[in-house]
């Protein structure tokens, strides 16, 4: 009978031959970082045994950057960390607000970025955020690194790309340009330690008048996956955020949402708010853009 | 099945065990080492209830594993109280009758210390949301919050 073990590799070679030699011999391993999804689901959904990996140990994984033509967030630093990063949050202000809006005091000490994207929760708080941001995966496997979108990194409701062999190291994004910003926006029914109904993540970039001339809106938990809408983007680029812009890129997100209906709102409810979560975070993100330069 | 031997430091000192690799920090904690003052309320890392420092920082012992708590540090609810006597903490939460049943209470304890040792004046508005992953289901939180805000007060040596 399979029974639990526990590895924590230090070198990312070694991670990927332990997560390798399992799936040759059909011996479940699953990746650990902060636990905060993996264990509970270990707890509560699926108690059979398997090997947990333990990525926390990688230089990668713990790296920090945010230099001059990167911004370099490895996958395993824990929520805490990033929030209290204050260098992170005058460049992706709308990304550390979307991880500080994850779970508890807690949750933060050890739920990671990585994390977050790799359960491939269709409300992944962080998800949105990673994606108007431009975010690229840096995964790891055995033929070596490859760099994959955020938006194309997440395939279906808890299902990631991925592959035999691979972890997310980290993920890169080219540090915001000048007049640049971004936020993220949820609706919760309550006012902390909710699961989203909708949320919108949207990046910004002005010309010195203030015109519009890239955006990138993305949204989740009304769809199977977190989406980029181009649509929505397309709506904001050559205007100067007016109302009229903000309505035209709120409809297509409602355009673009196919939401379920569950005890956390009807799937009517939700194409509706995540227009006006899109609204909203578009001008608070050209608020942002114009104070930066 | 095979035990993996740990070694770590718990409130400042140097323990040993085994344990099993799915077992969680707080299940090591109450069976191996019998510091039963960590609580488990919902093992879903929900409620707070078994609130501890891992090196220096407040997690949920629950979605810990035992074996990383290797070479980590760990400090729990019997680490709090010193040979003086009990921490400010303690001595308000038991005044303003801060508890009920007590099970969430040394859960509110410990993470209400890791929000005072950094910042000794946080608002109610602070304190809320900084325990907002601490339930308690007797007493409604504000004289909960009131011994937090107490505690800080004489903590920072003005009379209250």
């Known amino acids: 009978m399979q029974s639990f073990a526990y590895a924590a590799p230090e070198t990312v070679e070694q991670v990927i031959a332990v997560l390798q030699e399992h799936s040759q011999a059909g011996k479940p391993a699953q990746i650990l970082a902060g636990g905060t999804d993996l264990l509970v689901q270990i707890r509560s959904v699926d108690g059979s045994a398997r090997t947990i990996v333990d990525v926390k140990k990688l230089p990668e994984t713990n790296r920090l950057e945010i230099g001059a033509s990167e911004i370099y967030v490895g996958a395993a630093i824990p929520g805490a960390v990033l929030t209290a990063n204050t260098d992170l949050k005058a460049r992706l202000p709308g990304l550390v607000e979307a991880i500080d809006l994850i779970g508890s005091t807690q949750i933060q000490g050890r739920a990671s970025l990585g994390g977050n994207l790799c359960n491939a929760s269709p409300a992944g708080d962080t998800i949105p955020a990673l994606i108007a941001n431009a975010g690229r995966c840096q995964i790891a496997g055995p033929a070596g690194t490859r760099e994959l979108p955020v938006e194309e990194f997440v395939t279906g409701v808890g299902t990631n790309a991925l592959g035999e062999g691979e972890l997310l190291l980290g993920i890169c994004f080219t540090p915001p340009a000048a007049r640049t910003s971004d936020a993220y926006l949820r609706f919760i029914p309550r006012t902390e330690m909710d699961i989203a109904v909708a949320g919108a993540g949207v990046s910004v970039t002005l010309d010195e008048k203030g015109i519009c001339t890239a955006a990138r809106v993305s949204i989740c938990a009304v769809a199977p996956t977190v989406l980029l809408v181009p649509a929505a983007a397309d709506a904001l680029i050559g205007t100067s955020l007016d109302d009229e812009a903000l309505a035209a890129a709120g409809a297509a997100c409602t355009a673009a949402s196919s939401p379920i209906s569950d005890k956390r709102g009807t799937a009517e409810y939700r194409r509706k708010v995540v227009a006006v979560l899109c609204k909203r975070a578009a001008g608070i993100a050209a608020e942002r853009a114009r104070g930066s330069h | ?160």
């Open chain 2, 1 to 160: 099945m095979s035990r993996t031997h740990v070694t770590t430091t718990v409130n400042g000192e140097r323990r040993e065990f085994l344990c099993e690799p799915q077992q969680s920090l707080l299940d090591v904690l109450r069976d191996e080492l019998q510091l039963t003052g960590t609580k488990e309320g919902c093992a879903t890392g929900d409620c707070g209830a078994c609130s501890v420092m891992l090196d220096d920082r407040l997690v949920c012992s629950c979605l810990v594993l035992g074996v990383e708590a290797e070479a980590k540090s760990i400090d729990t609810i019997e680490g709090i109280a010193t040979d003086e006597g009990l921490h400010p903490l303690q001595e308000k939460f038991l005044e303003h009758a801060a508890l009920q049943c007590g099970v969430c209470t040394p859960g509110f304890i410990v993470a209400a210390k890791a929000l005072l040792d950094q910042n000794p004046d946080p608002d109610e508005q602070q304190i809320r949301y900084w325990l907002a992953g601490n339930l308690c289901r007797c007493t409604g939180y504000d004289k909960i919050i009131r011994a937090v805000q107490d505690a800080a007060q004489t903590m920072r040596g003005e009379a209250s």
